[in-house]
């Protein structure tokens, strides 16, 4: 018992924190050595990402093409 191991249940509930890099170092080792050799836990990481990724990219898309209109919108009224 010198070693300890996630399984599979501790990976995928840990996963967002993980994405985000909020979990202590030695998690985070076992984290990204479970995900290198467990074809599960590393699609169902890809999907998370994958889907934080394009919230985040829409998420910004909104923010900087309303932006951009009121940046026009000021530029028009000179
Ligand atoms: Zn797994």
Partial sequence: MSE???DC????RHLLEYLDRELDDRTM????????QCRGCFGR?????KLKES???AG???ASSRLR???????DSF
């Fill in 9 to 12: 249940e501790q990976v995928i």
């Fill in 60 to 62: 910004s898309k909104r």
């Fill in 55 to 57: 919230l985040q990219a």
């Fill in 69 to 75: 209109s009121r940046i026009k919108a000021i530029l």
């Fill in 45 to 49: 990481a890809e999907l998370e990402r």
């Fill in 4 to 6: 300890r191991h996630l």
């Fill in 29 to 36: 080792a076992e984290m990204s050595r479970h995900l290198e």
